[in-house]
DNA sequence: AGTTAAGCGAGACGGTACGTCTTGTCTTCAC
DNA sequence: GTGAAGACAAGACGTACCGTCTCGCTTAACT
């Protein structure tokens, strides 16, 4: 905080919002989710405890207004070539983000939070998931459009297909994802679905 | 308890560990993980907090034993027909444990801490999981050698593409994962793998 | 606690003091030295473990606390009469305070604690003995003064004369305390001092 | 224990039973009251508990066993000289005992935790303190037929008069016990019963 | 000589209290 | 009227001892 005000009546401070939002953040990745304490963000914010409570209803909370837009920036499919390319890069840039990139990390602790607490699992979905969800079937039936997928394909079985492999890798086994991997599930989707387009 | 001993040089109490293990399910789903203390298990499994200091590191370690054989129990795959209707069994199975069993309700919650807790990882991969994907990668491999499936296949890249779609509604978007659903996952690995089996 | 405030900017709360002061006095007195518990206290006070923690560092120190001002209360040595007639008061005084008053059983208890404990008995005697102590020898060199007693006269012996055999046989021996020993007591410290006033 | 057996229908085995009196003895020098435990004397003593809870009803049993006959070794007074010496010795004797010596040590931590136990104030004072008491009124008696004292001396008053504030001094204010005290304690204990003996 | 039974070391057991930690609420004061 | 400070009630944490128990070994006394 620093020179900030300490109070005012210009309504929420919004150094005290990103301090707090960066804590936790901080927190998480220093730590891991048992050390994303209340208590500890507030101290290592600078921000007392009450300022958090009267904003967040919990700590989930701050960690979902912590990602943020961030899986819209890094995981909205590329629409530039052919489908298989495209779904290529995709499932790449996720396996990336889940398992190297900061805001991944957030969302693998809120997905494992999520399994302990239903309503965490609701907002989780309907705020962050299930829009990412759209951007995937979106850009499959574009694909469908464009001829490069039968009209009859189930986008959601789909999408389910693609990334649940590459989820599960991260969540369940902790196997690395590399790029033969996500490349291989594109190609046998692709060969399922009688595409036009040759696997490599 | 009742009649069982209380303690001698045989070492541990039978009655006591299967108390403390029935507790500590039972709370697991009554009042979900939060709601899975050792004070509370020992309450209700008449046990002092001290023995199960004294035999499990953490609440997690209770679960994991509490999870024990189940998964071969419920998830090993069946091999009495065809690859494909085996499979199709196998992932209602699958589905079906996951998200309606007390035990499958226990390893969704340790799959959930196991995001915050590398160690835990480990333990469940190494002890549950491993093991799991082992008798489901050698159903594979009997089928590669019956002639169902290519002599090239990578049986866990293959796992992956069948359970990992059934994990990912589970654990992630939390949608239902019905008979429709994984038929067309089978359905789809084997179309992919150009199976001389005629799908359904 | 009922209406009082839960915490605030002024420091600790007057409420929770009191409560805890009063519980802990109760307890040692309905169920003995063993049965004051810091768990015990916070139960019966309505307050919280942490709270007493805070405020005092062991259960020995709420009952030093509780102690309070009561020897001062209670044992300050009158100055009204003829020095014979005052101690003779005093000595009795001391002995229904020691044998039959609450504060009296919190002094035992301390002093009895005190023989484990050397810091609470340097505590114990820089508090509430050292104080009470000098109330004593002070009445006797106001006796001196007034010629009552000899100028030559070491007072702190001379307490230790009068009080030493009451508390010998409150702590020790358990004997009852009557007037007729405290008062013989008196009398053979006047006769010993070669005091002008005629014993009774 | 070392060469000892272990267990025979000879009845209790005395190297256990003096070890545990030693290591209680220890523990109670070394660390304090508080650091004598049940567990801590049977770790050092190479015993069983249950081997302690067989014999000793609780760990202030032990102790009293430790304490012994060192009273009536230590504190029996002389009869070889005039009252006044003989009492000035046990005086400085006693002071001494008290704290010096290791079983005064012992006799201090029971006499403390007498005033929480009464049931071990009760056998404190039937197995040690009244026979002590015995061993010192006698003497005094023993000088009333020798005529040194007054023949309607009480005795108990007296010796309650001479012991009390050596006692007082050692258990509540802690201050030293020199020979000068003790000694001003029999002088003035002799004038004022009027003995035909003349102080020092 | 074999059996018997008591005392033993060992240590697990159900409990209680310890002192620490974190949660979420509340109150006050500075700005 | 927000925000920092921090006391509060609540309650779980993991530890230390308590006193009880069961066990298998050792050993003398009694078949």
Redesign the interface.
Known sequence: MGDGHHGNRHGRSEAAREAVLEAADDLLTER???GVTVEGIAARAGVAKQTIYRWWPSKVDILLEALGSDLAQHLTPADRGPIAEDLRAHLRALARFLTRSDPGTVL??L???????PEL?ARL?SEQ?APQ?ERETERLLRAVEAGELPADL?P??AV??L???????V?????AVLPA?TD??V???L???GSVEKPS
Do not use: I, K, N
């Open positions: 891991g989710f048992a693998r602790a997905v494992g939070q999520a399994q302990h607490d699992a979905r998931l969800r189930d959601g079985s389910d297909q990334v649940g492999p590459v989820y599960y890798r969540l369940v086994t902790g196997e991997f291989a599930l190609d046998g989707f060969r399922a679905h």
